[in-house]
């Protein structure tokens, strides 16, 4: 016998928990972590070669409000075939899911460094391996610790054939990324020896080399924006860690 009553109860737990979070969310939203988010979910490179930078931004915006609803991107890319100029409604779903991805990352970092966390791993679906849909540099980066103010070029990293640059960018933040973030909360937690992007070049480090980089300010501060673009302070930091590592540059 089917207990319909015990199907309503969970299916109104199950709801009373969304709306929950949601509400949660939705008041994180309206403070610094709102605004932080806002500024870093951006809309991606691409997306300003179709649409003009308003039109841009509206559209940036509204997916991530509606992914903040727990929407799907196959229902959100439904909305943006009506709200897209007639030559870029192919691009919905890509659209979508590419700056649903972008406000996940955005909101992974403002909280992020809310805490005081500079560090993240980066992870590719598939890991090393990828599962077959991996970008090859993707898949190369997975298991690479980053700081949030320095993003990798992956595609300068490890050139490919054919492989489109999108220049400077966080996990998950170009084209139909899959790949994500995982915050580095101890880094206790690491499995050392550990790959560590610095300043567009890949070092191998043990847990000593790591935490005199992470306790070292240029890591964290080191960085400027200049003409939107991420431009990278290195000369000082490259030197640091050359002088006080002596390791060789990691090339895949």
């Not at 192919?90 to 966390?117: H, Y």
């Not at 139909?176 to 567009?200: F, M, N, Q, S």
Request: glycine share 8%.
């Amino acid at each position: 016998m089917i207990d319909i009553m015990g199907i309503i109860k969970k299916i109104t737990s199950t709801y009373g928990r969304g709306k929950t979070m949601y509400d949660a969310l939705q008041k994180e939203m309206q403070g610094e972590t709102g605004a932080r988010v806002s500024s870093l979910a951006r809309p991606a490179p691409y997306l300003l070669t179709i649409l003009s930078a308003e039109d841009a931004n509206n559209i940036a915006l509204y997916v991530m409000q509606e992914n903040q609803k727990g929407r799907r991107a196959e229902s959100i890319a439904k909305d943006l075939e009506k709200m897209l100029p007639a030559h870029a409604k192919n691009k919905a779903l890509l659209i979508a899911r590419t700056q649903a991805s972008i406000a996940d990352t955005a909101l992974m970092q403002a909280r992020a460094e809310k805490m005081g966390l500079h560090w993240y791993v980066w992870r590719a679906c598939g890991g090393r391996k990828g599962d077959g849909k991996t970008r090859d540099s993707h898949r190369k980066m997975s298991g690479i610790v980053v700081n949030w103010n320095d993003p990798p070029a992956p595609e300068t990293l490890f050139p490919s054939t054919n492989a489109e640059d999108y220049g400077h960018y966080h996990a998950g933040c170009c084209p139909l990324c899959r790949c994500y973030a995982e915050t580095v909360v101890d880094e206790d937690l690491l499995k050392y020896p550990v790959k560590v992007h610095i300043g567009g070049k890949i070092y191998k480090m043990t847990k000593k080399e790591f935490c005199k980089i992470i306790n070292n300010s240029l890591a964290n501060k080191n960085i400027t924006a200049r003409k939107g673009l991420l431009s990278v302070i290195t000369g000082r930091l490259v030197k640091f860690v050359s002088s006080s590592l002596q390791k060789k540059i990691w090339g895949e």
